[in-house]
């Protein structure tokens, strides 16, 4: 589907884990936390263009060489707001996209199958979004399980609000 985005924020500066963005995986494979996300995020059947957004410090050169190594875009932008950042990647690099996934770059399991299923779900019904219940104990989705994905108009209400 060619008017879908995946934003993938990452970062070099986690505070539990300094630098478990580029963190290997499989050592002998040589396949990173980030690159295990863009190879799982470009499985999908739906072909979503993937960008990878960072804060514009010098710690994130790393991030931006295995965005270009992969063959992807990288957007560098505000170094605290991560909601600019996306949005600053949207803009340049999926201007036209109709629905938006927001991928997380410590989410290496991430369900692509679930997230085709909830694109293919606001597509059906026109919906702009799904949300998981507001009770942790009423949830039944794995953290590998949580992305979300929002329709255009979601998307620019929440970069408004």
């Known amino acids: 589907?060619?008017?879908?985005?995946?934003?993938?924020?990452?970062?070099?500066?986690?505070?539990?884990?300094?630098?478990?963005?580029?963190?290997?995986?499989?050592?002998?494979?040589?396949?990173?936390v980030l690159e295990q996300i863009v190879r799982r995020?470009?499985?999908?059947?739906?072909?979503?263009?993937?960008?990878?957004?960072?804060?514009?410090?010098?710690?994130?050169?790393?991030?931006a060489g295995v965005a270009s190594r992969l063959g992807i875009q990288c957007y560098r932008g505000h170094p605290?707001?991560?909601?600019?950042?996306?949005d600053g990647a949207l803009r340049?690099?999926?201007?036209?996209?109709?629905?938006?996934a927001r991928g997380m770059a410590d989410n290496p399991l991430v369900d692509v199958g679930l997230a085709d299923w909830r694109l293919d779900v606001l597509a059906e019904t026109g919906?702009?979004?799904?949300?998981?219940?507001?009770?942790?104990?009423?949830?039944?989705?794995?953290?590998?399980?949580?992305?979300?994905v929002w329709s255009r108009a979601a998307w620019d209400r929440i970069v408004e609000n």
């Open 1 to 32: 589907m060619s008017n879908y985005a995946v934003l993938i924020a990452a970062r070099m500066t986690s505070g539990r884990l300094h630098g478990k963005v580029l963190a290997e995986l499989w050592p002998r494979r040589g396949a990173g």
């Open 41 to 63: 995020w470009q499985s999908s059947v739906r072909s979503p263009q993937v960008v990878v957004s960072c804060p514009d410090t010098a710690e994130n050169e790393a991030i």
């Open 80 to 86: 605290t707001d991560v909601l600019a950042q996306l």
């Open 92 to 100: 340049a690099f999926a201007p036209d996209a109709r629905w938006i």
């Open 127 to 148: 919906a702009d979004g799904l949300w998981y219940p507001s009770d942790p104990g009423n949830t039944r989705i794995t953290y590998a399980g949580v992305t979300d």
